[in-house]
């Protein structure tokens, strides 16, 4: 038995020259205790202008980790990482504020750390604006814009308490919107919320890559977020292991579905992350037989000397 890897036109990342995330190599270790914990181990990623795009992984894998990085909340260890323009390894503390208030919107899970209990939504919308030094006529304007688009308005004037989770958790994407950010960050923002209210959240999530022109990351685990975007990464160990990518096809019936392709990820050294249902129904372990073929990759089990 073996296993085939063909090389595939059409590429499983973008390779814009204006990407608004580009990391490579990305290493980020961190101390817990006497332990040391590489949590990133040479991660590849790079996000187009304009995509929304979804990054899952089992817990551990490294991928709130990469949202702090790309968030300005943590600190590469080495590697490259850049985000519109920003280089994250070299910021200095003033830079960082400055990349946090105006080119990145954070979303977290938990609804109500988004918020602050005392603020109404329209209060909490305008403060990030009023940091950033935003003349009052052009924060009204933007929190009305922000409120009626997100179908939040009803909530205007309420605080936290008041609202239901799906109405704090699109009054938190209004609130990173705020400063017409480049990029917006979700910590799995529906993992609080039963399936209709998740999909609402959803919805407003879409609305703000489309409506507001703005690059969207989501950290999931809900299958119905990852399975409605174009683009869905998924992170093993530290690395970017496999990418899942989506398109609608017209069929002889004049039907249309979505296709979803996975590709496996190879990185700048060449690597490649194997399946682990691959790798057990042929028993691959520690070493394996490679055949460069015309047009593909065959992968022997070791002692086998041809496909089975």
Known sequence: MSWTLSSTPGSAAPEPGDA??????????YQTGSVEVQALQGLDLVVAP?????????????????????AGIETPTAGRAQVGGWDLLTMSRSDRVRFRRNTVGFVRQQATSNLVPYLTARQ??????????TRARVRRARCDELIEALGVADCADRRPAQMSGGQQQRIAI?????????????????GELDSATAAEVFEAMRLANRQFDVTAVIVTHDPEVSGHVERT??????RTSSEVLRRAATGE???TRVIAEEYAVMDRAGRIQLPREYRE??????????????????????GTGRSA
Do not use: W
């Not at 403060?127 to 030094?133: E, Q, S, Y």
């Open 281 to 302: 129904a042929l028993a691959l372990t520690r070493r394996v037989r490679l055949a460069l073929e015309r047009d593909h990759i065959t992968i022997h089990p070791a």
């Open 253 to 255: 019936d004049g039907d």
């Open 50 to 70: 304009g995509e929304m795009i979804a990054v899952v992984g089992a817990s551990g894998s490294g991928k709130s980790t990469l949202l702090s990085i790309l």
């Open 233 to 238: 990464v998924a992170i093993r160990d530290g």
């Open 124 to 133: 909490v919308i305008d403060l990030p604006m009023t940091a950033a030094g």
């Open 174 to 190: 209004a609130v990173a919107l705020a400063n017409r950010p480049r990029l917006l960050l979700a910590d799995e923002p529906t």
């Open 20 to 29: 608004v995330i580009r990391c490579e190599s990305l290493v980020h270790i």
